[in-house]
C-alpha cells in the first residue's frame, strides 16, 4: 500500500502545473482507501466529501427535468468553499443517466482551480478508465489523458 501513496504524493506535487489538477485512485476500497484517508489527514482542511450525498440532496429542489442543468453548478459550489486538494468519495450519482452529466468532464472542469482527488469506483485497463461493464446505461469508458489515473490494485483489475 506503500507505493499507491509514494505515487500520490508525487502527483499531488507534480500536478500543481497543469492545467486540470485531477489525480482519480481506482481500486482502493478497503485497506487502501483507509491508508490515503490517513495521509491526507495530515493536511489540515482535507476531509473526505460524500458527493452522492452532498449533491442528492441539493437536487432534491430541483424537478427532474432541471436536474441536469444544475449539476455542474451545484458541484461547483460544493466544492468552492473547500480548501485544495479537494478529495471526492462516493461519486456514483454523477453517472446517473437522468442527470445526463459526463462525471470525467466535469472533474476535471472542477480541477482548473482546485486539485480534486477522486475516488473511483471502476477500474483501470490498457492506460483506460472504466466504469460499470458494457451493456448498463451507467456505463462510461475514457482514456487516461489530461490526468493522473492511479490503481491501487493493477494486477487485479479485470
Not at 458541484?75 to 486538494?85: G, K, M, Q, R
Request: charged residues 25%; contains cysteine; aromatic residues 8%.
Amino acid at each position: 500500500m506503500t507505493e499507491i501513496l509514494d505515487k500520490l504524493r508525487i502527483s499531488i506535487e507534480s500536478i500543481e502545473t497543469q492545467y486540470h489538477r485531477l489525480i482519480i485512485l481506482v481500486n482502493c476500497e478497503g485497506a487502501g482507501k483507509q491508508d490515503v484517508l490517513d495521509m491526507l489527514k495530515s493536511n489540515p482542511g482535507v476531509t473526505p466529501l460524500n458527493l452522492n450525498l452532498e449533491l442528492s440532496s441539493r437536487l432534491l429542489e430541483y424537478s427532474i427535468k432541471q436536474r441536469p442543468l444544475k449539476v455542474t453548478e451545484i458541484t461547483t459550489e460544493i466544492i468552492e468553499h473547500l480548501s485544495s486538494p479537494v478529495l471526492l468519495d462516493k461519486l456514483d450519482i454523477l453517472f446517473d443517466p437522468s442527470l445526463q452529466t459526463d462525471p470525467l468532464a466535469l472533474l476535471q472542469s472542477l480541477s482548473r482551480s482546485k486539485t480534486i482527488i477522486a475516488f473511483w469506483s471502476g477500474s483501470l485497463k490498457d492506460n483506460k478508465l472504466f466504469y460499470a461493464e458494457p451493456g448498463y446505461p451507467e456505463y462510461r469508458s475514457y482514456p487516461v489523458q489530461d490526468f493522473v489515473a492511479i490503481d491501487a490494485k493493477p494486477q487485479e483489475s479485470f
